[in-house]
Nanobody
Framework: QVQLVESGGGLVQAGGSLRLSCAASQSTSHIYAMGWYRQAPGKQREWVATITSGGTTTYADSVKGRSTISRDNANNTVYLQMGNVKPEDTATYYC?????????WGQGTQVTVSS
């Protein structure tokens, strides 16, 4: 079982940047993909970005070009860097790990973008 703990959320001004972290309880080298989802109030959870064990990254159109997902296997951590944030980026951001035993979610970290 993998436990994930997100951090880095908070209040950000529009146009600013944020960096979210997701610390895994075990080596991320044994997790074949990790990613980020987000859920805004009253909306469904939506996928944001994924990074595979090989380092391949993919992004939702809504964040592409202004976001970077990265992983630090030495520290069992995945990051999401987002620039030029917009009020519509306001959501709870969740980390996900894909393993051979299933998918695991973190508890989420709130991001609020003020206009």
């Amino acid at each position: 079982q993998v436990q994930l703990v997100e951090s880095g959320g908070g209040l950000v001004q529009a146009g600013g940047s944020l960096r979210l972290s997701c610390a895994a309880s075990q080596s991320t080298s044994h997790i074949y993909a990790m990613g980020w989802y987000r859920q805004a109030p009253g909306k469904q959870r939506e996928w944001v970005a994924t990074i595979t064990s090989g380092g391949t990254t993919t992004y939702a159109d809504s964040v592409k070009g202004r976001s970077t997902i990265s992983r630090d296997n030495a520290n069992n951590t995945v990051y999401l860097q987002m620039g030029n944030v917009k009020p519509e980026d306001t959501a709870t951001y969740y980390c996900i790990a894909h393993t051979s035993s299933g998918r695991y979610w973190g508890q989420g970290t709130q991001v609020t973008v003020s206009s």
